[in-house]
């Protein structure tokens, strides 16, 4: 028998994964577990890209271990997550903010922004899911719409009615915990 | 006028470029330049992804700077590069060695080659690149005639034989300096 969400009675891990639902894990933690899941199921192949650090130092306290002694977090040049879903380039970032009212813009590099302009513009699907961890509301704002608002308004924050108004709100499910390939979905209904 | 390889006589960085060509200059590197090429003419969105660590020890010495002060170098999941080309998911390892022979497989690891092999059943274009350093030749093997081999020999290395059969020389041009989304468009021609 099937239940709401495809998750089997027989499923042992699916109670605890009910009662843990969205208390206290991040965003990243989510998404990352959403991506092992749509690989396990062979739905689709994304990941989180590494954080990217410059080495200044680095030890060898053998012939084959390196050790990094010393390192800085360096500007990412691109987005944090990226992959392949149904033939077609996805690439997006992901952000979590505790305002109530807006999300701020100071959240997105410049060249970030270039970047999901640049995915957009050559076919790829890109797109921001920004949560309001204080509502606890997960949306997917297309770049086509984050542009719009960039090209069209002076703030320094979307407010939160933009996103009402224009993005996907990702409603929570068991499994994955974060479905955004179900908003891509629709995304590629429109774009098709 | 044109010159072979598109290089215009006024191009003020072509002759610099053609003294330096293939003169110390590391794969990585090329892979690099050429990517940062395809961006400025707007033809792909290639990046080679940050090095995967596992940081350990961060020092703060400031409110707003962070100091990396003990990190380890982790196995990658994926490949080094991956993309947006043509509206296709573009992904790809990229190793050279001084093997005149041969090249040893323990150079990639096997969740790579796993990687590889998803990406290529799914709908993405994946492949590997592999330098001969010493013979400077570099190939583009696609993923299907790499699983093929892999199916099919129990051999540690492929042979360079098995790279002049049925991999894709990849020539040597001006700019970019390796131009391997040529080798691309043919396969694209193929698959589709």
Same mark, same amino acid.
């Given at each position: 028998? $099937?239940?709401?969400?495809?998750?089997?009675?027989?499923?042992?891990?699916?109670?605890?994964?009910?009662?843990? #639902? $969205?208390?206290?894990?991040?965003?990243?933690?989510?998404?990352?577990?959403?991506?092992? +899941? +749509?690989?396990?199921?062979?739905?689709?192949?994304? +990941?989180?890209? &590494?954080?990217?650090?410059?080495?200044?130092?680095?030890?060898? &306290? =053998?012939?084959?271990?390196?050790?990094?002694?010393?390192?800085?977090?360096?500007?990412?040049? !691109?987005?944090? *997550?990226?992959?392949?879903?149904?033939?077609?380039?996805?690439?997006?970032?992901?952000?979590? !903010?505790? $305002? /109530?009212?807006? @999300?701020?813009?100071?959240?997105?590099?410049?060249? #970030?922004?270039?970047?999901? /302009? $640049?995915?957009?513009?050559?076919?790829?699907? =890109?797109?921001?899911?920004?949560?309001?961890?204080?509502?606890?509301? !997960? *949306?997917?704002? &297309?770049?086509?719409? @984050?542009?719009?608002?960039?090209? =069209?308004?002076?703030? /320094?924050?979307?407010?939160?009615?933009? @996103?009402?108004?224009?993005?996907?709100?990702?409603?929570?499910?068991?499994? &994955?915990?974060?479905?955004?390939?179900?908003? %891509?979905? =629709?995304?590629?209904? %429109? *774009?098709?």
């Amino acid at each position: 028998m $099937n239940y709401p969400g495809g998750v089997r009675k027989s499923d042992k891990n699916s109670l605890k994964e009910i009662h843990c #639902q $969205n208390r206290g894990m991040s965003l990243e933690a989510e998404i990352n577990d959403s991506n092992d +899941y +749509y690989r396990s199921i062979d739905k689709a192949f994304i +990941y989180k890209k &590494p954080t990217p650090i410059q080495i200044t130092k680095v030890d060898y &306290p =053998s012939r084959d271990k390196a050790l990094i002694k010393e390192a800085f977090f360096t500007i990412p040049s !691109t987005t944090d *997550y990226n992959g392949l879903y149904e033939g077609k380039y996805i690439d997006f970032e992901a952000k979590e !903010t505790r $305002n /109530k009212t807006s @999300f701020p813009l100071h959240n997105i590099h410049p060249h #970030q922004i270039t970047h999901l /302009k $640049n995915i957009h513009l050559h076919g790829g699907i =890109s797109f921001l899911i920004v949560r309001f961890t204080t509502l606890d509301e !997960t *949306y997917l704002l &297309p770049t086509k719409d @984050f542009l719009e608002f960039l090209e =069209s308004d002076t703030r /320094k924050s979307i407010p939160h009615s933009f @996103f009402q108004e224009k993005a996907y709100l990702i409603k929570d499910t068991y499994r &994955p915990r974060i479905d955004y390939l179900k908003v %891509v979905d =629709s995304l590629l209904e %429109v *774009y098709q």
